[in-house]
């Protein structure tokens, strides 16, 4: 996926993607899975039931990769480097929400970019 171990992107480095970058995951923000929790706790009989929480779209590494230099302020000369795909990466991810929408109630609220621009903004905040 992505390599960012060093802190390349805050660093107006390059950074590395594994494979050609148009593999996809479903990532939502940390506020979603909470929110889901507390709708679990909240719901009567929910014993023994499994679901998936998620944002409910995908986003592929590329985009993922120019959100966040989007969202760093990374100068947009600074292209990503492409490395080999790592063996058993799953090509695509998209969770099924339906169960959880149905059963609790839970619609995701933050997306993808907005996650992300919190999360910027957080550690600007913190770390300077």
Same mark, same amino acid.
């Given at each position: 996926?992505?390599?960012?171990?060093?802190?390349?992107?805050?660093?107006?480095?390059?950074?590395?993607?594994?494979?050609?970058?148009? &593999?996809?995951?479903?990532?939502?923000?940390? !506020?979603?899975?909470?929110?889901?929790?507390?709708?679990?706790?909240?719901?009567?009989?929910?014993?023994?039931?499994?679901?998936?929480?998620?944002? %409910? $779209? &995908?986003?592929?590494?590329?985009?993922? +990769?120019?959100?966040?230099? $989007?969202?760093?302020?990374? *100068?947009? $000369?600074?292209?990503? &480097?492409? +490395?080999?795909?790592? *063996?058993?990466?799953?090509?695509?991810?998209?969770?099924?929400?339906?169960? +959880?929408?149905?059963?609790? %109630?839970?619609? *995701?609220?933050?997306?993808?970019? !907005? %996650?992300?621009?919190?999360?910027?903004?957080?550690?600007?905040?913190?770390? %300077?």
């Amino acid at each position: 996926m992505v390599s960012d171990s060093s802190g390349n992107l805050r660093e107006d480095k390059e950074v590395t993607i594994f494979g050609d970058g148009e &593999q996809s995951r479903d990532f939502t923000c940390v !506020e979603n899975i909470v929110e889901a929790n507390l709708l679990t706790i909240r719901a009567e009989r929910m014993t023994d039931e499994v679901f998936n929480i998620a944002y %409910g $779209e &995908q986003l592929t590494v590329n985009e993922l +990769a120019r959100l966040l230099s $989007e969202t760093i302020g990374v *100068p947009s $000369e600074l292209k990503p &480097q492409f +490395a080999p795909a790592r *063996p058993g990466d799953v090509r695509h991810s998209l969770a099924d929400i339906s169960k +959880a929408r149905t059963l609790l %109630g839970y619609y *995701p609220k933050i997306t993808a970019r !907005e %996650g992300f621009e919190r999360t910027v903004k957080w550690y600007k905040l913190k770390l %300077g």
